[in-house]
């Protein structure tokens, strides 16, 4: 049988002369992301999903979500887990180019982003939540996708055959081994017992697939005010709940309450389940939005 893989994948996709940073997988993902909400939203307008937004309108709700997202997920992840370095250096914040993005600030962000936009269009916030929510997770996916590309965010130790070896986790003695050193190494079998779960793929699949999945069938028919996005809150709870159990947390942090389990992203994430059930419950006495006729 087949032995752990070692992860060997530059994050940069394209290097360029004139730009030192070059340009990242994970941004390209970000693309990915926003380009497949784009095309999902166009074609729910079109079906008259939310009455009386055209495509341009929709354009400008893509446009302020969009900034939500990078806003509130960087903010977010400067609050969440690294507010120690933003409270010694300000322009922490700013330092995009080292990393450091959170989903729930980008989610609060977006939040943001769409009461702003509905209120100037007159529109219930939760209606316009209903028809964004099952635009988000093909971009989970494919930013989960870049945290394993990037080879950040790993898993813990497995001695499973389907574990990855990370050159950036702890490996040991070989820990600072130049990748063609590691190679060897791997070839060997010597860094078998250093694989982790490659937990960001495990994201990938659950907040990335399995949600895109439930969400866009779940909301193929007309659904009651707040069922789209509770569904959305309490499928995200529940599965980053579960992952973070076998997903290494922040060094900066680590596991809180003196325990060994509980993380920063559990306790952010059990809100979510409880406004996903709460909007559940609401949904059963609330309006049903009829889509428009062609």
Do not use: H, T
């Given at each position: 049988m087949p032995g752990p893989i070692l992860h060997d994948i530059d994050p940069?996709?394209?290097h360029l002369p004139f730009w030192p940073h070059g340009i990242h997988w994970y941004g390209i993902m970000y693309l990915l992301g926003f380009g497949v909400a784009w095309w999902l939203g166009t074609r729910r307008i079109r079906a008259g999903r939310l009455p009386g937004l055209d495509e341009n309108g929709f354009g400008d709700l893509l446009f302020y979500a969009m900034l939500g997202v990078v806003l509130g997920g960087r903010i977010g992840y400067v609050l969440f887990y690294a507010f120690g370095?933003?409270?010694a250096n300000?322009?922490?914040l700013f330092k995009i180019n080292e990393g450091g993005m959170s989903f729930h600030g980008g989610l609060l962000g977006v939040m943001i982003?769409?009461?702003?936009w509905s209120w100037n269009q007159k529109r219930h916030v939760f209606d316009t939540m209903d028809f964004v929510a099952p635009l988000v997770p093909p971009g989970l996916g494919f930013g989960r996708l870049g945290n394993y590309i990037g080879g950040e965010l790993w898993g813990k130790p497995t001695g499973g055959h389907w574990g990855v070896i990370f050159p950036n986790s702890d490996l040991g003695p070989y820990t600072g081994q130049s990748m063609e050193q590691l190679r060897a190494l791997h070839a060997s079998g010597a860094l078998d017992s250093y694989a982790r779960h490659p937990s960001q793929l495990y994201q990938a699949a659950l907040e990335g697939l399995?949600?895109?999945l439930v969400l866009y069938f779940?909301?193929?028919q007309p659904r009651p005010r707040y069922a789209v996005s509770g569904m959305f809150?309490?499928?995200?709870?529940?599965f980053?709940?579960?992952?973070?159990?076998?997903?290494?947390?922040?060094a900066q942090i680590g596991y809180r309450f003196g325990t060994d389990w509980v993380t920063q992203g559990m306790l952010l994430s059990l809100p979510l389940v409880a406004v996903g059930l709460l909007l559940l419950w609401m949904s059963r006495r609330a309006p049903t939005l009829l889509p428009a006729k062609a």
């Open positions: 940069i996709a394209l370095d933003f409270l300000p322009m922490f982003a769409v009461a702003w399995v949600m895109f779940f909301s193929r809150a309490l499928m995200y709870g529940v980053r709940i579960a992952v973070e159990f076998v997903r290494v947390p922040d």
